[in-house]
């Protein structure tokens, strides 16, 4: 099994030189600057995790490796209680499981929906919470819109500022032509906006989907298709009539991304690493806008990096950029030069560090497809940001301190209770759903041997054998969306575990006056 983490990071590296040489010649950056960068990050894997916190009163923390919930606890049932330090929950509202991700506006919260186990029994398509009494939240709306009912993945985003609700259609993976808007001023209650283009089945929209996201001013919307590289432009100043602006080929993959706060970069996720846009004739509406490559940087220690959170230190432009794939963590990303991005600090967790590998697969072999990575964040407010928000999916929903760059420490920490055996009650849960369907050779320690070695038969992953699981199990949640900032609490959504509302001990965080939940677009 050691061979696989040892050969990952050439791997990447492999795939970095690649899309680097599909990517337009447009691109300014040098391409030997890029391999270098990576050779570089190849010899430096990140084997430091941040400090610990310091867990107070109350709390009942992990047993073990930070982040890591043990086969014993697992097996014993102990994680159907959950670990928290410093951090509880406040409110809760399971229904049938969240999908990917979720968001929220003011006092209500939007469930993301998760195709084809949103269209079972009540609860179907997005989900509207009013959190007004955040111990009580109570469902008050189903928005049932084809894009909604087709599942929304990462795309289901809001708007602050225009008071905007935003999703697309994405059955499996990546999904084509339904966008619907939603006037959320009365949160609790939204209108659809654009009844005919996107909406209307016969009218669908010629874009392609994974995620997508505002600018900031909110009058466009950017869809990103993830594979090929597909990303497309929505004009919605007019929300009723939504249309496509520009389009364009970004490389061999295109995930979710972060735009600058005056809506003229892109910093779009792509395999390892991302690249950065220039879409300023974008957000001028310049007739024919071009959008062009202007920098990139790639790393090999993570991969299908997530999203970007745009944010400042002093006046310094930054992101926080978040690996979905592989032990990646977060990076801190220097982008006072944004055509060579500089990696400046990396956050992880100790499950995530090469030298805890066999403890990482050993504790996760029974949870399918994802374990220990880290998927999205939000800071708490975008200049001079406090506190960092991120959802580590198996390893819950994790807090860092980041007031010094320099200096990232983990505060708290709240990894709900494993709703274990209730596969069939969480029919919009992809973790619950993952678990029924199986990725069988993926959930026994002994079954991915077989694969590694060349020797997997397929009957085996029909055939359990003693010490097998052989279609996953829920002896963990999966915490993918965003958390966002509401004072000392966090709005956040798991998949298993639906919307919770969780406070954070006084002793560790003290929300600032002009908190704002920053979770890139």
């Excluded at 990725?439 to 041997?449: E, G, K, N």
């Amino acid at each position: 099994m050691r061979s696989l983490p040892r050969s990952r990071p050439l791997v990447l590296l492999t795939i970095g030189v690649v899309a680097a040489m599909f990517l337009p010649n447009s691109a300014s950056a040098d391409l030997q600057t890029d391999i270098g960068t990576a050779v570089q990050e190849l010899l430096d894997l990140g084997r430091t995790s941040v400090p610990r916190a310091d867990c107070g009163p109350g709390s009942m923390p992990e047993p073990g490796l930070q982040g890591d919930v043990p086969a014993a606890d697992r097996d014993s049932g102990r994680s159907t209680l959950g670990y928290r330090c410093n951090m509880s929950m406040v409110g809760n509202f399971a229904g049938r499981g969240a999908g990917i991700t979720s968001t929220s506006f003011e006092h209500c919260a939007y469930m993301g929906s998760f195709f084809p186990g949103d269209l079972i029994s009540e609860g179907r398509g997005v989900q509207v919470l009013d959190v007004s009494d955040p111990a009580d939240p109570r469902p008050t709306a189903n928005l049932t819109e084809p894009a909604m009912l087709a599942g929304t993945w990462e795309s289901l985003k809001v708007n602050t500022e225009r008071k905007l609700l935003v999703g697309t259609g994405v059955p499996v993976g990546e999904g084509v032509g339904y966008l619907s808007i939603y006037d959320i001023s009365d949160c609790a209650h939204p209108r659809l906006l654009n009844p005919g283009p996107g909406t209307n089945l016969l009218m669908p929209l010629p874009i392609t989907t994974h995620e997508g996201g505002f600018s900031p001013d909110g009058n466009t919307y950017w869809a990103s298709g993830i594979a090929p590289g597909f990303v497309s432009a929505v004009d919605i100043s007019d929300p009723a009539h939504p249309r496509v602006i520009w389009q364009g080929l970004t490389g061999i993959e295109a995930h979710g991304f972060g735009i600058s706060p005056d809506g003229n970069r892109m910093y779009l996720s792509a395999l390892g690493g991302f690249t950065v846009l220039d879409i300023s004739a974008v957000q001028r509406r310049d007739p024919n806008p071009q959008v062009h490559h202007i920098g990139r940087t790639f790393w090999t220690d993570g991969w299908a990096t997530q999203h970007s959170v745009p944010v400042t230190y002093d006046g310094a432009p930054y992101l926080f950029t978040v690996d979905e794939g592989g032990s990646g963590g977060v990076k801190l990303i220097d982008i006072g030069n944004d055509t060579k991005p500089r990696v400046a600090a990396k956050l992880k967790l100790e499950i995530n560090l090469p030298q805890h590998i066999d403890s990482n697969i050993g504790s996760s072999m029974g949870g399918s497809i994802f374990a220990y990575e880290s998927h999205y964040c939000a800071a708490d407010r975008p200049a001079n940001p406090t506190a960092l928000a991120c959802g580590w999916i198996s390893s819950g929903i994790r807090v860092f301190d980041v007031r010094d760059p320099a200096a990232i420490r983990e505060i708290a920490y709240f990894n709900p209770p494993a709703r274990t055996g209730r596969n069939l009650q969480l029919w919009n849960s992809p973790h619950a759903l993952a678990s029924i369907i199986g990725v069988p050779f993926m959930t026994s320690l002994p079954l991915a041997r077989t694969v590694l070695e060349g020797s997997f038969n397929p009957y085996d992953a029909l055939t359990p054998r003693t010490g097998d699981v052989a279609f996953g199990d829920m002896s963990t949640d999966w915490c993918f969306s965003p958390p966002e900032w509401r004072g000392n609490q966090l709005y956040v959504a798991c998949s298993d575990n639906g919307f919770m509302v969780l406070q954070l001990d006084n002793e560790v965080y003290s929300a600032p006056a002009d908190q704002q939940s920053i979770v890139g677009s």
